[in-house]
C-alpha cells in the first residue's frame, strides 16, 4: 500500500513537471513567433482602449453641439472630426471599442463554452451525436449574418440581445470543431485502457478528452471573436444592431455613408479601427494555432 502510495505521488510528480515543461515550450514558441506576438499586441490595445474609454475619451460621445457639426479633424479641438450632430468622433470609436470587444469576448467565451459542451458529448454517445449535430446543421446552412439578422428581428435590438444572437450562431461553429478532435482522440488506445479499467464517461470526457482538444478549441475561439466583431458592425450597420444613439462601429459607419463625399472622416476611421481589430485578432490566432499545433502547416 505505502508502495502504491510513493507510485502515486511520484507520477503526480512527473506530470506537474511535464506540464510545467510543456507551458515553458509554448511560451517560447509564442516570443518566437512574431505573428502571433503583433496579434496579441493588438488585441491588448484594442481592449485597454475599451476598458480605458472613460478615461481617454476627450469628450461626452453624445454630448451634441451643432454649431461643429461636420468639424474637419483638428478644428475645434476635435482631433479625429465631428459627426452630423457636432458629437467627437474620436470619444464615440473609443467607446465604440467598448462594444465591439464586449461582444467579441462575450460571443467568443460563450461559443467556446457550450460548443465544446456539445461537442464532447456528440462524440461521446451516438443518439446525442445524431441530434446535435443535425441541429448544428440546420443552423450551419443559413448564412451567419442572415441568420443573425432573423435573430435580431424576434429578441430585438439592444447589445445583450446581439450577444444572445452571435452566440447562437457561432455555437454549431464550435461543437463541429470540438467534436472532430475529440473523435480523433477517443479512438486513441489510452481512452480504450480508460474503458476497460472501468473509469466513468465523465472522467473519461472532463479528465482526457477535454484537455486534448483545447487548442484546437481556443484557436476556433479568437476566430469568433474576430467574427462576430465584424457581424456585429453589420447588424448595427444595417440597423438592427446596438441602438442609436450608443456609439458603435457599425452605426457610426452607417451615419458616415450618407455624407462619405463630404465627411470623409466618418467612413474613414471606424472603418479602419475595425479593421484593426479582425486583422489584430486573426492574426492572433493564426499565430496561435501554429504554437499549439506546430503540425498544423
Not at 480605458?52 to 457639426?69: G, M
Not at 462594444?99 to 463554452?113: A, K
Not at 451516438?126 to 449574418?145: N, Q, V, Y
Request: proline share 4%; hydrophobic share 50%; with cysteine.
Amino acid at each position: 500500500m505505502q508502495q502504491e502510495t510513493f507510485d502515486r505521488r511520484q507520477l503526480s510528480r512527473v506530470r506537474r513537471e511535464l506540464l510545467r515543461e510543456q507551458r515553458a515550450l509554448n511560451a517560447r514558441r509564442f516570443f518566437r513567433n512574431r505573428q502571433a506576438v503583433f496579434g496579441a499586441l493588438v488585441v491588448l490595445v484594442m481592449l485597454l482602449l475599451a476598458v480605458l474609454a472613460p478615461v481617454l475619451a476627450p469628450a461626452d460621445p453624445l454630448a451634441q453641439s451643432v454649431a461643429n457639426r461636420f468639424a474637419k479633424p483638428g478644428e475645434a479641438g476635435y482631433l479625429l472630426g465631428a459627426d452630423k450632430l457636432g458629437r467627437d468622433l474620436l470619444s464615440r470609436i473609443l467607446y465604440g471599442a467598448r462594444v465591439s470587444m464586449t461582444v467579441g469576448l462575450s460571443v467568443g467565451l460563450s461559443s467556446m463554452v457550450f460548443g465544446m459542451i456539445m461537442g464532447l458529448y456528440a462524440c461521446y454517445y451516438p443518439t446525442l451525436d445524431k441530434i446535435l449535430m443535425r441541429i448544428c446543421d440546420g443552423l450551419s446552412a443559413i448564412p451567419s449574418t442572415l441568420l443573425a439578422i432573423a435573430l435580431m428581428a424576434v429578441l430585438g435590438s439592444s447589445i445583450y440581445n446581439v450577444i444572445t444572437a452571435l452566440s447562437i450562431v457561432y455555437i454549431p461553429r464550435m461543437a463541429r470543431v470540438s467534436r472532430a478532435a475529440a473523435l480523433t482522440v477517443k479512438e486513441q488506445t489510452y481512452i480504450e485502457a480508460l474503458r476497460s479499467q472501468g473509469a466513468s464517461s465523465f472522467r473519461i470526457i472532463w479528465g482526457h478528452i477535454a484537455p486534448n482538444i483545447l487548442s484546437s478549441v481556443v484557436v476556433q475561439a479568437s476566430y469568433n471573436f474576430a467574427n462576430s466583431i465584424i457581424t456585429e458592425a453589420a447588424l448595427s450597420f444595417l440597423g438592427v444592431g446596438v441602438p442609436a444613439p450608443q456609439p458603435s462601429w457599425g452605426n457610426i459607419l452607417s451615419e458616415g455613408r450618407e455624407v462619405i463625399t463630404t465627411a470623409w472622416w466618418m467612413i474613414v476611421y471606424p472603418g479602419a479601427a475595425t479593421a484593426l481589430a479582425v486583422m489584430g485578432t486573426n492574426i492572433f490566432g493564426d499565430g496561435l494555432r501554429d504554437i499549439l499545433d506546430p503540425h498544423s502547416n
